[in-house]
């Protein structure tokens, strides 16, 4: 009972994070994070912008698509304003732009979509054959066998419980380029789609950028790598249930020039792709200090 009265806290926590107040006319401001991050996580300036967008549209058309770059890395310690711009309201689509301001600047512009919801022709690719969640090893007892392979200074962050719950699934093919995760928020959500669809844009930057670092045997933790996350794009194609657990598999097609392209594909259990991401990252080599 106390676990489950925890996980609510932090879960309840994420959720306040991502409840705007609204300023102005399309003008939102954001929470101040209560996590101990250095800079912003890409996830909640993301999740917070749909968020905004989401409150200018019609709740009859559900947010379909964003595309997300990265400008500057935010203050944590200080709130996101978000400037909202209504681009287009048509018949069936509806466009917004959301521009995340800190100190007067811009940290983030995001462009997304919204749709009414049509029946159409039909196809996915299948779910991969991979280990259900349930005989995979938790992420709080996975972090506390492998704690002596990070550095000490990320001890604190790592062993901190999270409101989101990933499971890795570890490459039996040690030539596999692939990486697997089972994830889910940790604790009941109301029957509200927005909130899960903008709960799962924020924990897509979780991982993913691992992805273009895995063929290369790196870690974002590495001294001698510089690592961000330089855009995120996420396609929501179906309902989503971010309460119950959701395949997030993740691969890397291309890396060089200093950066790296990872892409992902996120399925229910019953095997319907819901969601696909994409995302371009910095990968710069530097001299270790």
């Known amino acids: 009972m106390e676990d489950n009265k925890k996980n609510m806290d932090l879960v309840n926590n994420l959720i306040e994070l991502l409840t705007l107040e609204e300023i102005d006319i399309d003008l939102y401001r954001g929470p101040i994070t209560k996590e101990p991050w250095k800079r912003v996580f890409g996830g909640q300036v993301v999740g917070q912008a749909l968020m905004a967008a989401c409150k200018t549209v019609d709740t009859k058309r559900m947010p379909h698509s964003l595309h997300a770059y990265f400008m500057r890395p935010g203050d944590p310690t200080k709130p996101i304003i978000f400037e909202v711009k209504r681009d287009r309201d048509g018949g069936t689509f509806t466009s917004r732009r959301v521009v995340a301001k800190q100190s007067g600047m811009p940290i983030l512009n995001m462009a997304c979509s919204f749709q009414i919801q049509e029946d159409g022709l039909s196809h996915q690719l299948d779910i991969p054959n991979l280990p259900p969640p349930d005989n995979l090893i938790s992420r709080a007892d996975f972090i506390k066998q492998n704690l002596h392979k990070y550095p000490e ?22 030539d596999s380029l692939a990486q697997n995760y089972w ?14 669809r903008v709960l799962l844009a924020y924990a897509t930057d979780y991982t993913l950028l691992g992805a273009c670092l895995a063929p290369h045997q790196k870690n974002w933790f590495d001294d001698d790598i510089q690592v961000a996350s330089l855009d995120h794009a996420v396609w929501f194609h179906e309902d989503i249930k971010f309460d119950d657990w959701l ?4 691969d890397s097609p291309w890396a060089g020039g200093g950066r790296g392209l990872n892409r ?12 696909s991401v994409a995302q371009e990252a910095l990968i710069r080599m530097r001299k270790p200090k």
């Open 153 to 174: 200074k990320m001890w604190p962050n790592l062993l901190a419980p999270r409101a989101v719950e990933f499971r890795q699934i570890f490459n039996e093919n040690p």
């Open 183 to 196: 994830f889910k928020i940790n604790a009941p959500l109301p029957e509200d789609q927005i909130l899960h």
């Open 247 to 250: 395949l997030y598999t993740q």
């Open 264 to 275: 992902g594909m996120i399925y229910d259990q019953s095997g319907k792709l819901v969601a």
